[in-house]
């Protein structure tokens, strides 16, 4: 997704434009001049330059710096939650409803050090009519985009998403000089279920299992189904020991839980951490053998056991 350059270099983020202390009547006069009809349709047409979420926050954090001191700013929505990215922790917090015509589509948080005036209070409060509309348009386009990245069953991410995510994951590790570790996993016998007990339980046995797979990670890890009966958990900032939990946290789950247990479903998973010489497809081949021979033992496992 394109981002836009639209860093003024007069102007850097958290930098206090109006720092002089003004009266009342001549800040209400910088006030008006300021959000002139003109100046309004400026910020408008430059805020609908774009749908990226991220790009709409940093273009909001050079304009708000122009009238406030602030060390974080963050929205949230239904659907999504952004941070700018230069936030910081803060000792107080400003919070500002974006409504319009009893329309809420979410807040804008300012991370302060002093409470904001009255005056900048309004100002904000102006600049943010200005960012309403783009800004739901964006969110709208987000969701869109993020129905396309999605499972419609688990609602886990599908396998578009997980190749994006991987590359992107792979080349944060490289920048900071960290690992990211990768967890396949497929369900064992899961064909004899629904030739068993139907699709519909089949369709069940999935969605349960998503769910103890999001019981299983961090809220940094993220999961993903590929079709079928195949899953992915891409690790961030990712060792031996990180990917172990998981297994023995999905593993154990698997035992625990009542409906699967009835079911008699297992799972086989293969993990691997990124090595320096690897890229999306070394890594996920190398997960992928340690999968199938997990999977071959268990299947040998099994044979023995019903003989």
């Known amino acids: 997704m394109q981002t836009l350059n639209v860093l003024d270099n007069r102007f850097t983020p958290f930098h206090v434009i109006n720092s002089s202390p003004v009266d009342d009547i001549s800040a209400m006069k910088i006030s008006d001049a300021i959000f002139s009809s003109h100046r309004n349709l400026s910020l408008v047409e430059l805020f609908n330059t774009t749908l990226d979420l991220t790009t709409l926050l940093n273009m909001l954090s050079i304009e708000a710096a122009r009238y406030q001191d602030f060390s974080g700013l963050y929205f949230k929505g239904k659907s999504v939650s952004k941070a700018f990215e230069n936030s910081r922790q803060s000792n107080l917090e400003h919070t500002f409803e974006l409504k319009s015509d009893n329309t809420l589509i979410g807040t804008i948080t300012y991370g302060i050090n002093s409470p904001i005036s009255i005056t900048n209070i309004e100002l904000l409060e102006r600049l943010h009519k200005c960012l309403f509309y783009p800004l739901k348009n964006a969110i709208s386009y987000y969701n869109a985009i993020q129905l396309a990245m999605q499972d419609s069953l688990t609602s886990l991410g599908n396998r578009?998403?997980?190749?994006?995510?991987?590359?992107?994951?792979?080349?944060?590790?490289?920048?900071?000089?960290?690992?990211?570790?990768?967890?396949?996993?497929?369900?064992?016998?899961?064909?004899?279920?629904?030739?068993?007990?139907?699709?519909?339980?089949?369709?069940?046995?999935?969605?349960?299992?998503?769910?103890?797979?999001?019981?299983?990670?961090?809220?940094?890890?993220?999961?993903?189904?590929?079709?079928?009966?195949?899953?992915?958990?891409?690790?961030?900032?990712?060792?031996?020991?990180?990917?172990?939990?998981?297994?023995?946290?999905?593993?154990?789950?698997?035992?625990?839980?009542?409906?699967?247990?009835?079911?008699?479903?297992?799972?086989?998973?293969?993990?691997?951490?990124?090595?320096?010489?690897?890229?999306?497809?070394?890594?996920?081949?190398?997960?992928?053998?340690?999968?199938?021979?997990?999977?071959?033992?268990?299947?040998?496992?099994?044979?023995?056991?019903?003989?």
Not at 172 to 181: E, L, P, V
Not at 195 to 204: A, E, K, V
Not at 217 to 234: K, P, Q, Y
Not at 270 to 279: E, F, H, P, R, Y
């Open 160 to 307: 578009r998403y997980f190749d994006e995510q991987l590359k992107r994951a792979m080349k944060s590790a490289n920048r900071q000089s960290s690992s990211i570790g990768l967890v396949l996993g497929d369900l064992n016998k899961f064909k004899a279920i629904n030739d068993t007990y139907g699709h519909s339980i089949g369709d069940q046995v999935l969605v349960e299992f998503a769910n103890i797979l999001r019981l299983c990670v961090r809220d940094s890890d993220s999961l993903f189904r590929f079709g079928g009966d195949e899953f992915a958990i891409l690790v961030e900032h990712a060792d031996e020991s990180t990917l172990r939990i998981i297994e023995d946290r999905v593993t154990k789950a698997l035992k625990e839980n009542a409906f699967l247990r009835k079911y008699q479903l297992g799972c086989s998973l293969g993990a691997t951490l990124m090595n320096k010489t690897d890229d999306e497809q070394s890594i996920f081949n190398r997960a992928d053998r340690t999968l199938y021979l997990k999977k071959s033992s268990a299947n040998q496992h099994l044979t023995i056991v019903s003989n």
